[in-house]
């Protein structure tokens, strides 16, 4: 018996491999790899194939920009101060004939009414107000009247209502009156009118609605502005200047219109500067900042990874390009079309500039154009 066991076991076993099916672990393997295929992961581009999914996103980007952008805003904070002064001085100059701005904004004049395309969770607030003379200290009001320059509101658009908490907080921070949304939590009104959308009830793709209010409208003529600075929210996309209208961005209805890191993640950065012109009165002007291909020949390093890395970093980062440029956009006039429409902006300034440890995105590009 001792013997003859182990020769019964290794018969067995040698009986069981030649009996069993041998197309099982073929057919086995096929049904792992297709339920690892049906499925779905957590990766971004799984989620952004579903209503759900796409929330999601949106809500942990912008959570993100407010909370892991701190050191950079702290890097280009000195280029974006003295820019947006400049800005809202030459504003002020190019649209007197308005009554925005200059003297006027301390003897009757309305102030000057801007406009944040892309304004994320509105890092461009404090420094608005820095800009034009305010205190733009937490908790304070900035002493508008008696400011070279004022700022009578400001619109914040953004196609991701999440940013607009975020938003929020930061306008109120900086010293802004933050408007809320009517009863019924409807937004009929738009910048300049008295009709049109903006977002509605719980926002687009089930996003939380943005403040907004139709009670103050920017481009409404007034002897004064208020003591504190307006801020109301907009949810809507800044791809065309038909998209702007339809949510209540009236053409000719701002003084400023601010772009800062806005074209390199748009569809069409042409017809997003298209859109940013028409919403410009005459002698309006458009302050912009961006990240930018490297411009550097000997660079050549820098601009392959750049162009290898672009792919993931749109699907990461909500659509952003590391290989774009908005130089030559404005260079042609910002007409929309490929630099094939009319020419509506004149560029005046442009910065270069590189952002200390910014990686990738280290290569960066500042400028002022004025609306023809």
Same mark, same amino acid.
């Given at each position: 018996?001792?013997?003859?066991?182990?020769?019964?076991?290794?018969?067995?076993?040698?009986?069981?491999?030649?009996?069993?099916?041998?197309?099982?672990?073929?057919?086995?393997?096929?049904?792992?790899?297709?339920?690892?295929? !049906?499925?779905?992961?957590?990766?971004?581009?799984?989620?952004?194939?579903?209503? +759900?999914?796409?929330?999601?996103?949106?809500?942990?980007?912008? /959570?993100?920009?407010?909370?892991?952008?701190?050191?950079?805003?702290?890097?280009? $904070?000195?280029?974006?101060?003295?820019?947006?002064?400049?800005?809202?001085?030459?504003?002020?100059?190019?649209?007197?004939?308005?009554?925005?701005?200059?003297?006027?904004?301390?003897?009757?004049?309305?102030? &000057?009414? @801007?406009?944040?395309?892309?304004?994320?969770? +509105?890092?461009?607030?404090? !420094?608005?107000?820095?800009?034009?003379?305010?205190?733009?200290?937490?908790?304070?009001?900035?002493?508008?009247?008696?400011?070279?320059?004022?700022?009578?509101? =400001?619109?914040?658009?953004?196609?991701?209502?999440?940013?607009?908490?975020?938003?929020?907080?930061?306008?109120?921070?900086?010293?802004?009156?933050?408007?809320?949304?009517?009863?019924?939590? /409807?937004?009929?009104?738009?910048?300049?009118?008295?009709?049109?959308?903006?977002?509605?009830?719980?926002?687009?793709?089930?996003?939380?609605?943005?403040?907004?209010?139709?009670?103050?409208?920017?481009?409404?003529?007034?002897?004064?502005?208020?003591?504190?600075?307006?801020?109301?929210?907009?949810?809507?996309?800044?791809?065309?200047? #038909?998209? =702007?209208?339809?949510?209540?961005?009236?053409?000719?209805?701002?003084?400023?219109? !601010?772009?800062?890191?806005?074209?390199?993640? @748009?569809?069409?950065?042409?017809?997003? +500067? *298209?859109?940013? *012109?028409? #919403? !410009?009165?005459?002698?309006?002007?458009?302050?912009? =900042?961006?990240?930018?291909?490297?411009?550097?020949?000997?660079?050549? &390093?820098?601009?392959?990874?750049?162009?290898?890395?672009?792919?993931?970093?749109?699907?990461?980062?909500?659509?952003?390009?590391?290989?774009?440029?908005? @130089?030559? =956009?404005?260079?042609?006039?910002?007409?929309?079309?490929?630099?094939?429409?009319?020419?509506?902006?004149?560029?005046?300034?442009?910065?270069?500039?590189?952002? $200390?440890?910014?990686?990738?995105?280290?290569?960066?590009?500042?400028?002022?154009?004025?609306?023809?």
């Amino acid at each position: 018996m001792k013997i003859g066991m182990p020769v019964f076991l290794s018969s067995t076993s040698t009986t069981k491999k030649k009996t069993r099916p041998p197309r099982l672990r073929k057919n086995q393997k096929n049904y792992v790899a297709a339920a690892a295929a !049906l499925t779905p992961c957590c990766c971004a581009l799984c989620l952004s194939r579903t209503q +759900l999914g796409r929330n999601a996103y949106k809500s942990y980007f912008a /959570s993100a920009m407010a909370t892991m952008m701190q050191s950079y805003e702290a890097e280009v $904070e000195p280029v974006k101060r003295a820019l947006f002064a400049e800005v809202l001085r030459e504003a002020a100059a190019g649209t007197a004939g308005s009554g925005a701005g200059g003297e006027g904004s301390g003897s009757g004049g309305r102030g &000057l009414d @801007v406009l944040d395309l892309g304004c994320g969770a +509105l890092p461009n607030a404090r !420094l608005l107000l820095l800009g034009s003379g305010g205190s733009a200290s937490p908790g304070s009001a900035p002493s508008s009247p008696r400011s070279p320059v004022a700022v009578r509101s =400001l619109v914040g658009v953004d196609s991701n209502a999440f940013m607009f908490r975020y938003a929020q907080e930061a306008a109120r921070e900086a010293g802004f009156e933050v408007l809320e949304p009517p009863s019924g939590g /409807s937004n009929s009104g738009g910048s300049g009118s008295g009709s049109g959308g903006g977002s509605r009830g719980s926002g687009k793709d089930g996003a939380p609605s943005p403040s907004s209010s139709t009670s103050s409208s920017p481009s409404a003529p007034s002897s004064s502005f208020p003591q504190r600075p307006t801020a109301r929210f907009v949810q809507a996309s800044a791809e065309s200047p #038909a998209s =702007l209208s339809a949510s209540g961005i009236r053409d000719e209805s701002v003084d400023v219109v !601010l772009c800062t890191l806005l074209l390199c993640s @748009v569809p069409d950065p042409g017809q997003t +500067l *298209a859109a940013a *012109a028409a #919403a !410009l009165r005459p002698g309006g002007v458009i302050a912009f =900042l961006e990240h930018t291909l490297d411009p550097e020949p000997t660079h050549g &390093l820098m601009r392959v990874t750049q162009r290898v890395l672009d792919p993931l970093q749109q699907l990461l980062a909500d659509g952003c390009h590391l290989t774009r440029d908005p @130089v030559p =956009l404005f260079e042609v006039g910002g007409g929309g079309g490929g630099g094939k429409g009319a020419r509506l902006l004149r560029l005046s300034k442009v910065e270069r500039f590189r952002v $200390e440890g910014g990686g990738f995105i280290a290569p960066h590009v500042s400028g002022i154009a004025v609306k023809l």
